[in-house]
């Protein structure tokens, strides 16, 4: 009986995680970020977004908010828009704003590999470390007892 209790509050929370936001991420093409809070991180088509929330696109990238009432909001790329607490077919303000080019292409890092500049140390150390471990003293002046 216990676990039909659990079970049932558990999926009354789910319904009203689910009610209390009023949009999800549509499609997304490129890169798009979510700031729900704390920080920008990838963004997955489909994640409930609530009010306050920031969806950022990249430049080259397309996304849309849908609102639980089947409207749509299109995202062009470059652009931030922070969730309005209603949708904007009923009468909700989407405060969408464009980006510029240095702020719509700066990443977390999580998407991008890093810089040439990097490989060249790691390239560099790579080489001197096989220098000192090849120039070592091969001679082997043990002495068996």
Same mark, same amino acid.
Do not use: E, H
């Given at each position: 009986?216990?676990?039909?209790?659990?079970?049932?509050a558990?999926?009354?929370?789910a319904g009203a995680?689910?009610?209390?936001?009023?949009?999800?991420? @549509?499609?997304t093409q490129?890169v *798009?970020?979510v700031?729900q809070g704390?920080?920008?991180v990838t963004a997955q088509p489909?994640?409930?977004?609530?009010a @306050?929330?920031r969806v950022?696109v990249?430049q080259? %990238?397309?996304a849309s908010?849908r609102?639980? &009432?089947?409207?749509?909001?299109?995202?062009?790329?470059?652009s931030?828009?922070?969730?309005?607490?209603?949708?904007?077919?009923a009468?909700?303000?989407a405060?969408v704003?464009?980006?510029?080019v240095?702020?719509?292409?700066t990443d977390?890092?999580?998407?991008?590999p890093?810089s040439?500049?990097?490989?060249?140390?790691?390239? %560099?150390t790579v080489? *001197?470390?096989g220098v000192?471990? %090849?120039? %070592? &003293?091969s001679? &082997? &002046?043990t002495v068996?007892?």
């Amino acid at each position: 009986m216990k676990a039909i209790t659990f079970l049932f509050a558990a999926v009354s929370a789910a319904g009203a995680s689910a009610a209390s936001a009023p949009a999800s991420l @549509g499609p997304t093409q490129g890169v *798009v970020l979510v700031n729900q809070g704390k920080q920008f991180v990838t963004a997955q088509p489909g994640q409930l977004l609530v009010a @306050g929330d920031r969806v950022l696109v990249m430049q080259g %990238g397309q996304a849309s908010l849908r609102f639980t &009432d089947g409207c749509v909001l299109p995202l062009a790329s470059g652009s931030m828009a922070t969730v309005p607490a209603k949708s904007t077919c009923a009468g909700g303000s989407a405060a969408v704003t464009r980006v510029g080019v240095q702020t719509a292409q700066t990443d977390s890092g999580s998407n991008t590999p890093p810089s040439g500049d990097v490989w060249v140390y790691v390239a %560099g150390t790579v080489v *001197v470390v096989g220098v000192l471990a %090849g120039t %070592g &003293d091969s001679s &082997d &002046d043990t002495v068996s007892p």
